[in-house]
Antibody, heavy 120, light 110 residues
Framework: QVQLVQSGAEVKKPGASVKLSCKAS????????ISWVRQAPGHGLEWMGWISSQNGHTNYAQKFQGRVTMTTDTSTTTAYMELRSLRSDDTAVYYC?????????????WGQGTLVTVSS | SYVLTQPPSVSVAPGKTARITCGGN??????LHWYQQKPGQAPVLVIHYDTDRPSGIPDRFSGSNSGNTAILTISRVEAGDEADYYCQVWDSSSDHPHVVFGGGTQLTVL
């Protein structure tokens, strides 16, 4: 079965960077894009961007451009998301999600989430 | 940019039908997806492409999408359906195509 397993919780200071991982299994990794979505405490879902697992092409939400980098390693079927210049309002649970194959960007499987806490 | 509008909360008695709306400009022209999120858990896709249920989703969940409103309908509501529900589209109409989520609706089973 499809599984996305994310790395563990992180605590960072303002101004630092964080790099999260998302290990995929149970399907052909290069056939599906991966999105990253975050959820601040008590808030809704916020899409950060996606990466093509086939060719590495990325599409970042305008809010995060210049501050986020998404990559994949096809040899280990792992996706990564690095967020830089962290602020307190970056405190959130970060999810990776597999994008469905048919072009309208549904997200059919999700990781368990990684809590990132930004605090001095 | 494109905006999806959901009511913050909907309440329904067990066994009744819940309808959660998602409004957007000409949303009926877009593929619309719904997610269920229970406290402390990751979202789960319950409806994609307006009306289709992924494998394992009960047929009590159904969707429609026309004009400026999409609707998630949950029939014969159970206590276990209590959750937050989010709609989502892919907005390809702007200069910068992107994923858009609605603000979410908290479903309370009375």
């Amino acid at each position: 079965q499809v599984q996305l397993v994310q790395s563990g919780a992180e605590v960072k200071k303002p101004g630092a960077s964080v790099k999260l991982s998302c290990k995929a299994s149970g399907y052909t990794f290069t056939r599906n894009d991966i999105s990253w979505v975050r959820q601040a405490p008590g808030h809704g879902l916020e899409w950060m961007g996606w990466i093509s697992s086939q060719n590495g092409h990325t599409n970042y939400a305008q809010k995060f451009q210049g501050r986020v980098t998404m990559t994949t390693d096809t040899s280990t079927t792992t996706a990564y998301m690095e967020l830089r210049s962290l602020r307190s309002d970056d405190t959130a649970v970060y999810y990776c999600a597999r994008v469905g194959p048919y072009g309208d960007y549904d997200h059919d499987s999700w990781g368990q989430g990684t809590l990132v806490t930004v605090s001095s | 940019s494109y905006v999806l509008t959901q009511p913050p909360s909907v309440s329904v008695a067990p066994g009744k039908t819940a309808r959660i709306t998602c409004g957007g400009n000409n949303i009926g022209s877009k593929g619309l997806h719904w997610y269920q999120q229970k406290p402390g858990q990751a979202p789960v896709l319950v409806i994609h492409y307006d009306t289709d249920r992924p494998s394992g989703i009960p047929d009590r969940f159904s969707g429609s999408n026309s004009g400026n409103t999409a609707i998630l309908t949950i029939s014969r509501v159970e206590a276990g359906d209590e959750a937050d529900y989010y709609c989502q589209v892919w907005d390809s109409s702007s200069d910068h195509p992107h994923v858009v989520f609605g603000g979410g609706t908290q479903l309370t089973v009375l």
